[in-house]
């Protein structure tokens, strides 16, 4: 993916006879008035907020939305200009566009059908969504889809390329600052429409897994003044897309990925810098404020549409807890818990173990039923595993993480329901804006934050820069990987399934990327360094490692 959202550079004057300029001027003028005439009610139709003229020539560019369902259909049925309003709805493909202003929990249904059909299987082995997943006897073989709803630089860079670093445009509050309201609008639903769709479903049940985990923010329910983010148009997506799974037999984890305030300070929060939930000035607002948003999500997803689909439900991705105080966001748990339990949820109530270490979650929440432990587990961001070799990094998903695992299953030594909801094949942290927007790598020694305590400045791989630590080959396509490579990638996240199935299991970090194919679960499958089924592998922790160094394979890329 290119150029997105009319944002590029424009197109060069060139010189031409001039009555073919004076009929172009006519023709053009009579175009321009059109499009300015669409482009105004579009702008004004598509943001309440007013939209200058630079934003509205933007709309008039955007490429014709899928919605061959209101042929022949009315505008006269809709509240004209309203977010109901399927004819400001970029797609409206499986959308059921029939108005109603029904709200459950205050939160539209319209672009639901009234009727579902639980009857199926994604794949024979696991159990069609109208019967029980026996969590905990049967692993999860789950998936994310990063990057959708919840806007990620390393995921989608395109976005953020063609700023400047002095725009500072580095996450989704930037970026909806630069774009402005009317043309963030456009561009992030051309994105929601784009990035996933039924055939990513189909895809993702053809792969072998059973569950997804998607990824969504509380821009999605509501915003709040000052807020730059496009409100309540992933919504309708997320609904969708939850019919999709529903469609393909795939159980779905809610994951509430950024709450009021940012939770952990990082741009996959929405907001990088400082975390404004249940700390500093607003840090109680902004804990009431997530409460309340789900109180409303609870109460949407307790109809009963949703209770053999809807199996999961994520309090928040990545709480901060280790720059937090530890009994806030315990009490602050323990009140999610309570609202979303009295809406009638009865699905797993899905909590992140915050940083503090699995063991630190022995003996907390106890009084509560039904509850996951969820940890996320990479190699890459922290120098002390990145300089593992291939073989010990491959031994330390085997022994280490293992060993976490069943530590943690057991209520003697940790919290008891565990799972990975996070992890990848990755072996450095080389992608192209994962750490940052702008900010280099450890691997290379160029993550330059500003900052020199976190900043890292010289090389860190395993050969310590002899030979020289380099990411070309990391970030080459995989067609021009080494077979030792494309062996190891494969065995390595092969252990890893291994390794989290001795809890409740996994989701991978992530369904699909623009350009890292280490990070994306479709490209790896495509280049055959993940298995095409989930549930079908060669490698297991019992194997012994196989010797990549006498296979010729680089330490240092
Ligand atoms: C809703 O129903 C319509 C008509 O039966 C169908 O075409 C569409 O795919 C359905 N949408 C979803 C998301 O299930
Ligand atoms: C579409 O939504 C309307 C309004 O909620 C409902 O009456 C109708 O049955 C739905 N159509 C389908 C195909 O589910
Ligand atoms: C907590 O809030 C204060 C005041 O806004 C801020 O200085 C500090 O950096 C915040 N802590 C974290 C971990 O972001
Ligand atoms: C716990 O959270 C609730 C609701 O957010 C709040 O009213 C209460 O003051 C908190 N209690 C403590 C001890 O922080
Ligand atoms: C640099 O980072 C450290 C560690 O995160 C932090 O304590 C310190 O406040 C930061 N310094 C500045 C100037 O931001
Ligand atoms: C500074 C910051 O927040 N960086 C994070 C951006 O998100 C990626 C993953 O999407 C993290 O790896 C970075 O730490």
Redesign the pocket.
């Known amino acids: 993916m290119k150029q997105r959202g009319g944002a590029g550079p424009s197109e060069p004057p060139y010189n031409e006879p001039w009555w073919k300029r004076r009929k172009k001027w006519i023709i053009g003028g009579v175009i321009f008035i059109i499009v300015l005439i669409v482009a105004i009610v579009v702008g004004v139709v598509v943001s309440q907020n007013k939209s200058s003229p630079v934003e509205s020539q933007a709309a008039a560019d955007t490429p014709k939305p899928k919605n061959s369902n209101l042929n022949g259909v009315s505008e006269d049925n809709y509240p004209k200009g309203t977010y109901y309003d399927p004819f400001t709805w970029f797609d409206t493909a499986d959308f059921?566009i029939?108005?109603?202003d029904?709200l459950v929990g205050g939160l539209p249904?319209?672009g639901?059908?009234?009727?579902w059909n639980d009857d199926v299987q994604c794949n024979p082995t696991v159990p069609a969504l109208k019967d029980t997943f026996e969590y905990g006897k049967m692993p999860i073989r789950g998936i994310n889809i990063g990057g959708w709803l919840s806007i990620e630089p390393f995921i989608t860079p395109s976005f953020f390329q063609h700023y400047d670093s002095h725009d500072n445009v580095i996450d989704e509050w930037t970026l909806t600052t630069a774009l402005g309201s009317s043309r963030a609008a456009q561009t992030l639903e051309q994105h929601y429409s784009a990035f996933v769709d039924f055939q990513t479903f189909v895809d993702i049940r053809n792969a072998g897994f059973d569950h997804v985990r998607i990824p969504f923010s509380y821009w999605a329910v509501t915003t709040y003044e000052g807020d730059p983010y496009v409100p309540k148009i992933s919504w309708r997506y997320l609904l969708r897309a939850i019919e999709w799974a529903r469609q393909n037999g795939l159980r779905v984890n809610l994951d509430l990925h950024g709450i009021p305030g940012s939770q952990n300070g990082w741009n996959h929060s929405g907001r990088q810098g400082v975390v404004g939930w249940l700390n500093g000035t607003d840090g109680t607002l902004n804990a009431q404020r997530s409460i309340d948003i789900h109180d409303q999500l609870s109460t949407f997803f307790a109809q009963p549409r949703y209770k053999n689909l809807i199996t999961m439900y994520g309090l928040v991705n990545e709480p901060r807890m280790v720059e937090l105080n530890t009994a806030d966001v315990l009490n602050w748990t323990t009140t999610a818990i309570k609202t979303i339990r009295g809406n009638g949820i009865d699905a797993v109530i899905v909590f992140g173990d915050g940083f503090m270490g699995l063991d630190n979650w022995q003996g907390k929440l106890t009084n509560e039923q039904n509850l996951l432990l969820d940890v996320h587990q990479y190699v890459i961001f922290n120098v002390d595993q990145l300089t593992l070799s291939h073989s010990d990094k491959l031994n330390f998903a085997c022994k280490g993480w293992t060993a976490q695992m069943k530590r943690s299953m057991d209520t003697s030594t940790g919290f008891g329901p565990t799972m990975c909801g996070e992890w990848s094949q990755a072996d450095t942290d080389c992608a192209l804006y994962l750490n940052d927007v702008g900010i280099g790598s450890r691997w290379q020694g160029t993550l330059n934050t500003g900052n020199a305590s976190t900043s890292v400045l010289s090389p860190v791989c395993p050969t310590n820069n002899n030979p020289q630590c380099e990411c070309n080959d990391a970030n080459a396509d995989p067609s021009d990987y080494s077979d030792a490579y494309k062996k190891w990638l494969l065995d390595f996240a092969e252990a890893q399934m291994d390794s989290f199935e001795q809890g409740w299991g996994w989701f991978y970090w992530t369904w699909d990327t623009e350009q890292s194919p280490q990070w994306s679960y479709k490209k790896g499958m495509a280049a055959g360094i993940l298995p095409q089924k989930a549930y079908q592998r060669t490698f297991h922790c019992t194997q012994s490692v196989p010797d990549f160094a006498g296979m010729g394979l680089a330490e240092n890329y």
């Open positions: 059921n029939t108005y109603t029904q249904i319209m639901l059908n009234s009727s």
